[in-house]
């Protein structure tokens, strides 16, 4: 009887307190931080050796690693922040963690600890004034082009989207398109229009953006860019590049090693350039993040893990092993973003987009019911190139229901 009342005992004391009690002798007590990934399991090796170097360092903190498919990371994230019993410790991208920052869902973020961080993309990820997240890895699209077409079309590589255009019809008689530019997949076109400026529901409508949307609106009427703009994906735009039925397509220089691998005639063909700018000269970035749940039972240990993970060693170990971009200030100073040698075109690659990242201001800024505003752009973009209405007109439209949104 007393043996099972002991056992009862150190039950309760795991349901109540959190605290994982080992069997060896002495009753070593250890707090259990559960952490979840997204599709980071090709990467275990570098996972584990992590984690096990963080356990030693501190032997009072065990890490329960957990890769989740990333296809459905949002909705079993949903479900677990809003339970009782979250992750402590959970990698999403900064749109989602926005959402649960406005569902009031998540843990503030102490900016002084951010220091180390590149600090236009701190800025860029608050939320209200706020920081509700870690920044892990980014990436920053390059310019990859088929450089035979391009001398074939006796043009030089574009700058900005302007000159894509100005060059576009010398491509098209190549036979292939000057790129697929995915207009209406996410927030690409919230994207581009940041480079103009555009980045409200009071500017939504503006002159300068009607100029914008009319810009694409002649491309796709002229058929110089394919009819599959409005529906496409990025997925198609890499194939349509692989087939060298596109010139340029504007990517994260990860997408490299695809085409090596899938076409590699094409591959002897490419070569790489910094992304197109528009009217400001900014570049875009995208990001993964950490996020802590307000109900998380351990934020300390595990915003002591999120910053060991993010440390200049281990986000440059990882660039090295996937091609990510740091976004930790020191480790983008290190030589593996700074140097490459000619032969070698996924690094410069690398090292273009790495030094893109210290051009990013001012960058898109994450609104309430983000998915939302971006497809209210996305069908605009699809009625202006289709010439359902007056440019002018779509846009007043999508002004108003923006703002409706933010009410």
Request: charge should be neutral; proline fraction near 4%; avoid cysteine.
């Given at each position: 009887m007393k043996k099972v009342f002991l056992v009862l005992i150190i039950v309760l004391a795991v349901i109540f307190t959190g605290v994982k009690i080992t069997n060896r002798k002495g009753a070593e007590k250890y707090t259990e931080v559960t952490f979840w990934t997204l599709?980071?399991?090709d990467f275990s090796s570098y996972m584990n050796?992590?984690?096990?170097?963080?356990?030693?360092?501190?032997?009072?903190?065990?890490?329960?690693?957990?890769?989740?498919?990333?296809?459905?990371?949002e909705k079993r994230t949903l479900a677990s922040v809003l339970s009782d019993n979250p992750?402590?410790?959970?990698?999403?991208?900064?749109?989602?963690?926005?959402?649960?920052?406005?569902k009031g869902a998540l843990y503030e973020i102490?900016?002084?600890?951010?220091?180390?961080?590149?600090?236009?993309?701190?800025?860029?990820?608050?939320?209200?004034?706020?920081?509700?997240?870690?920044?892990?890895?980014?990436?920053?699209?390059?310019?990859?082009?088929?450089?035979?077409?391009?001398?074939?079309?006796?043009?030089?590589?574009?700058?900005?989207?302007?000159?894509?255009?100005?060059?576009?019809?010398?491509?098209?008689?190549?036979?292939?398109?000057?790129?697929?530019?995915?207009?209406?997949?996410?927030?690409?076109?919230?994207?581009?229009?940041?480079?103009?400026?555009?980045?409200?529901?009071?500017?939504?409508n503006s002159e300068k953006s009607v100029q914008v949307f009319d810009f694409f609106k002649?491309?796709?009427?002229?058929?110089?860019?394919?009819?599959?703009?409005?529906?496409?994906?990025?997925?198609?735009?890499?194939?349509?590049?692989?087939?060298?039925?596109?010139?340029?397509?504007?990517?994260?220089?990860?997408?490299?090693?695809?085409?090596k691998e899938n076409a590699p005639s094409t591959y002897e063909k490419t070569d790489v350039a910094p992304q197109f700018?528009?009217?400001?000269?900014q570049n875009d970035f995208s990001l993964m993040n950490f996020i802590i749940p307000l109900k998380a039972a351990h934020k300390a240990e595990a915003l002591k893990f999120a910053l060991f993970i993010t440390n200049e060693?281990?986000?440059?170990?990882?660039?090295?092993?996937?091609?990510?971009?740091?976004?930790?200030?020191?480790?983008?100073?290190?030589?593996?973003?700074k140097e490459y040698s000619q032969d070698d075109l996924i690094a410069k690659a690398r090292v273009i987009s790495a030094q893109q990242l210290l051009y990013i201001t001012p960058a898109p800024k994450t609104n309430r019911n983000q998915k939302d505003i971006n497809t209210l752009v996305n069908t605009a973009v699809q009625e202006v190139l289709l010439n359902k209405d007056a440019t002018q007109n779509i846009l007043?439209?999508?002004?108003?229901?923006?703002?409706?949104?933010?009410n």
């Amino acid at each position: 009887m007393k043996k099972v009342f002991l056992v009862l005992i150190i039950v309760l004391a795991v349901i109540f307190t959190g605290v994982k009690i080992t069997n060896r002798k002495g009753a070593e007590k250890y707090t259990e931080v559960t952490f979840w990934t997204l599709q980071m399991s090709d990467f275990s090796s570098y996972m584990n050796s992590i984690i096990k170097e963080f356990e030693t360092a501190n032997p009072d903190i065990k890490i329960k690693w957990i890769d989740v498919p990333f296809s459905e990371g949002e909705k079993r994230t949903l479900a677990s922040v809003l339970s009782d019993n979250p992750p402590d410790l959970i990698n999403l991208n900064p749109d989602f963690s926005a959402l649960l920052a406005q569902k009031g869902a998540l843990y503030e973020i102490d900016t002084d600890l951010m220091k180390d961080f590149n600090q236009d993309i701190i800025d860029a990820v608050k939320y209200n004034g706020k920081l509700y997240l870690i920044p892990w890895y980014a990436t920053s699209a390059v310019t990859i082009y088929n450089k035979d077409l391009v001398k074939q079309a006796g043009v030089s590589v574009p700058q900005t989207y302007e000159q894509m255009a100005q060059i576009a019809p010398q491509i098209r008689k190549t036979g292939a398109y000057v790129m697929l530019p995915n207009i209406t997949e996410n927030d690409t076109m919230l994207r581009i229009l940041n480079k103009y400026g555009i980045n409200s529901a009071e500017n939504i409508n503006s002159e300068k953006s009607v100029q914008v949307f009319d810009f694409f609106k002649k491309l796709y009427q002229e058929d110089l860019i394919p009819k599959e703009s409005i529906t496409q994906t990025h997925r198609e735009a890499l194939e349509k590049y692989m087939a060298e039925q596109i010139v340029f397509f504007q990517s994260g220089a990860n997408f490299l090693n695809m085409i090596k691998e899938n076409a590699p005639s094409t591959y002897e063909k490419t070569d790489v350039a910094p992304q197109f700018k528009g009217e400001l000269g900014q570049n875009d970035f995208s990001l993964m993040n950490f996020i802590i749940p307000l109900k998380a039972a351990h934020k300390a240990e595990a915003l002591k893990f999120a910053l060991f993970i993010t440390n200049e060693k281990n986000q440059l170990e990882l660039g090295r092993l996937t091609n990510v971009l740091a976004t930790n200030d020191r480790a983008l100073r290190n030589d593996f973003y700074k140097e490459y040698s000619q032969d070698d075109l996924i690094a410069k690659a690398r090292v273009i987009s790495a030094q893109q990242l210290l051009y990013i201001t001012p960058a898109p800024k994450t609104n309430r019911n983000q998915k939302d505003i971006n497809t209210l752009v996305n069908t605009a973009v699809q009625e202006v190139l289709l010439n359902k209405d007056a440019t002018q007109n779509i846009l007043n439209r999508v002004a108003k229901n923006w703002k409706d949104l933010n009410n």
